[in-house]
């Protein structure tokens, strides 16, 4: 039967047609070590889903094989492995038919304070509005609430970057750890140091960060936490609020992925805006992440993401 599938390749139950591949028909499954477009497509239309083939055969092993999001089909490998929010698997197991899933995200949380929007994300791991799990935890500042509630949570911590002059992790020993986490996006949840360049670049579209202001309206170098709203009170704004972003190698110059405006009243002071705006920080960064972690977003031409928030009976809208 494999010979006949392998000489007729327009058979309807080749699920696989390529070089190196054995094929799957009404009996038996295994791996391909390539993967054609049509292939490909018969499995899922978005790359990023889990692929499970069900053959009968209880003596089948499970094995896996990672495709790139979007990817180049055609040479044979081993399988690829991607890095970050663009790695998906395929998987060969016992049973009957074809199944998709969508795996859990990893997610890798860098904090340098109390860890409010670390623990807003966990929670919405936990209660299933995000399809993922928070499995790497970074500070700069060992010892802050992050760091220990993380450590009382069991989430592996790590410091970065080292004081000055103190040994430490470097940036491509954090990438390693990041990867060996099998992280798919890094989440920056009020951390103050600039990302070196070795993360973004090993993360593209997959590092974001929540700053507590409607950029590009106060941000920059120095415009961090109760700086920011002592300078949109001072200046008069009548609006503010947070804004989820990817980062680049500056300050605050990422594509904005998400914005929530909150008002900034005459009679407000500083910290009564900062109240205001941290709440919409857990709700708006938990959305983001959630749709990213379903794959629920698409791409403008020009390279901006629309995220889509769910609401109800009138389908959904961008973030």
């Not at 995200?105 to 966990?122: I, P, Q």
């Not at 992050?146 to 992790?169: D, H, M, Q, R």
């Not at 470097?170 to 750890?177: K, M, N, P």
Request: hydrophobic share 35%; charged share 20%; net charge positive.
């Amino acid at each position: 039967a494999l010979r006949n599938q392998r000489t007729n390749p327009a058979t309807p139950s080749a699920l696989y047609s390529s070089r190196h591949t054995r094929f799957m028909n009404g009996s038996m499954a295994c791996v391909a070590r390539s993967i054609t477009p049509v292939a490909f497509e018969r499995f899922s239309s978005r790359s990023c889903k889990h692929v499970t083939l069900k053959p009968p055969s209880s003596r089948l092993a499970a094995r896996s094989v990672f495709c790139p999001h979007r990817a180049r089909f055609g040479a044979p490998s081993r399988g690829v492995r991607t890095m970050g929010a663009h790695r998906s698997r395929i998987e060969v197991l016992d049973g009957l038919g074809v199944q998709q899933e969508n795996p859990k995200k990893n997610l890798a949380v860098f904090v340098s304070g109390g860890g409010s929007n670390l623990k807003a994300l966990h929670a919405a791991t936990q209660d299933g509005r995000i399809h993922g799990t928070v499995a790497v935890v970074v500070s700069d500042k060992p010892g802050c609430g992050g760091w220990e509630w993380a450590k009382e949570n069991s989430i592996p911590t790590y410091a970065f970057p080292p004081k000055k002059g103190e040994p430490g992790l470097s940036a491509s020993e954090i990438v390693d750890i990041l990867q060996s986490a099998r992280t798919d996006y890094v989440c920056l949840a009020g951390f103050l140091k600039l990302v070196p360049p070795e993360i973004v670049r090993a993360y593209p579209k997959a590092v974001l960060n929540i700053h507590p202001a409607l950029l590009p309206a106060f941000g920059g170098k120095g415009y961090y936490g109760m700086n920011v709203h002592n300078a949109v009170v001072a200046s008069g704004a009548r609006v503010s609020g947070p804004t989820v972003h990817f980062i680049d190698e500056e300050y605050d110059k990422g594509t904005i992925v998400a914005q929530r405006p909150v008002p900034v009243y005459p009679t407000d002071t500083p910290q009564d805006v900062a109240r205001r705006v941290l709440e919409q920080e857990h709700v708006i960064f938990a959305e983001v992440m959630s749709a990213l972690c379903r794959d629920d977003f698409s791409w403008r031409e020009d390279g901006v993401i629309m995220i889509k928030a769910d609401t109800g009976k009138d389908g959904c809208k961008f973030v």
